[in-house]
């Protein structure tokens, strides 16, 4: 059983990085991209937990960090790492969580992440401040409504009350 888990979380991840290089570009609106693979890394700390989330942080924020700018280098590692280690830590706290907490903790999530990875480059305060004005908040509400919707169909079915 534990085999068939690793590999649909296998799955899910390869499905995330096919939906954000190739559908999250053909689905954005004014420029904005919903980031599937942080929904995915707060996924794995609502479903697992600080330590599977905090590595499948590291690995997606390692592998991003390999394709951006060499000067901006380990800041999506540590960020993404950080990000999945303190929702777990959140999850863990509250166990079971409705679906509109789980929103707003991937809001601010999101906005820790971004804000985390913007100051860990070495941008000016003037450019962190316009990229998080004009990149980061329409990307971070096309990423809640996306994360919201993908919640809802994997954690609305576990609490929907039965009728006997």
Request: overall charge positive; charged content about 10%.
């Amino acid at each position: 059983m534990k085999g068939l888990k690793i590999i649909v979380t296998l799955f899910a991840f390869l499905v995330c990085v096919i939906l954000q290089t190739t559908v999250a570009k053909w689905i954005s609106v004014f420029g904005a991209m919903p980031d599937f693979l942080l929904i995915f890394v707060v996924y794995q700390a609502f479903k697992h937990g600080t330590v599977p989330a905090a590595l499948w942080g590291f690995v997606i924020g390692f592998s991003c960090d390999i394709y951006g700018p060499v000067e901006w280098l380990g800041a999506g590692t540590v960020s993404m790492t950080l990000l999945g280690f303190l929702v777990g830590l959140l999850e863990e706290r509250f166990l079971m969580m409705r679906l509109s907490l789980r929103i707003v903790i991937l809001s601010f999530g999101y906005v820790f992440y971004d804000l985390l990875f913007l100051s860990l480059t070495n941008l000016s305060h003037g450019e962190v401040t316009q990229l998080f004005l004009t990149r980061s908040i329409p990307n971070g509400i096309y990423t809640v409504i996306c994360g919201g919707l993908i919640f809802y169909f994997l954690f609305h079915r576990k609490h929907r009350k039965t009728h006997v």
